[in-house]
């Protein structure tokens, strides 16, 4: 269940951008989950209190999300609220937030976002899988928006040694990343 506790450092992310895409077939949508998004999602939820902010309308988001991750986000955000995106509206500690988009400064307080790379459901796809290892490092780090400022430098060094791995593997990335099982 998601995690409710003031003490806790807090993750948000956009939809669209970080854990999943959908795409309009007809009158249908599909939607995948990117890799790593589980784990990354199990690795969080000890530690942090998940926020999921969606330009999706709440009942069709709700659909989905309650299929996709039940009982993983404490406070969801639908449309109509991703233009803000502010972390003030959670109400948390920002020294322990930190929000997730593939856009830059895609919140008002861009000193705790990490941007990742947009979700092209690339079969190479280890940006959850980096950024999963990036947050369970910080233990007794400084401020999150101190810590924030590393992501850069880990992530391009993350990706070094996971293109080298699947060079070394022949194309084939290992099942074992930085301590996260595919």
């Known amino acids: 269940a998601a995690n409710e506790g003031n003490d806790q450092e807090c993750f948000v992310t956009s939809d669209s951008t970080s854990l999943l895409t959908r795409k309009r077939c007809t009158r249908q949508y599909s939607v995948q989950k990117r890799a790593f998004a589980d784990q990354l999602i199990q690795l ?44 003030l509206d959670i109400q948390v500690d920002l020294t322990k937030a930190v929000f997730v988009d593939a856009k830059p400064r895609a919140t008002k307080q861009w000193q705790n976002q990490i941007c990742i790379s947009k979700f092209k459901k690339a079969c190479d796809d280890v940006e959850l899988c980096a950024l999963a290892s990036f947050l369970i490092s910080k233990n007794a780090c400084p401020p999150m928006p101190t810590y924030v400022q590393n992501w850069s430098q880990f992530r391009k060094e993350y990706m070094t040694q996971c293109h080298k791995s699947m060079h070394d593997s022949h194309g084939i990335y290992p099942q074992v990343i930085q301590g996260i099982e595919a």
């Open 44 to 87: 969080l939820l000890p530690n942090y209190n998940i926020v999921l902010y969606t330009n999706m309308e709440k009942a069709f988001a709700d659909k989905i999300i309650d299929k996709l991750f039940p009982n993983v986000f404490c406070k969801r955000f639908y449309r109509g609220h991703t233009r803000q995106k502010d972390l």
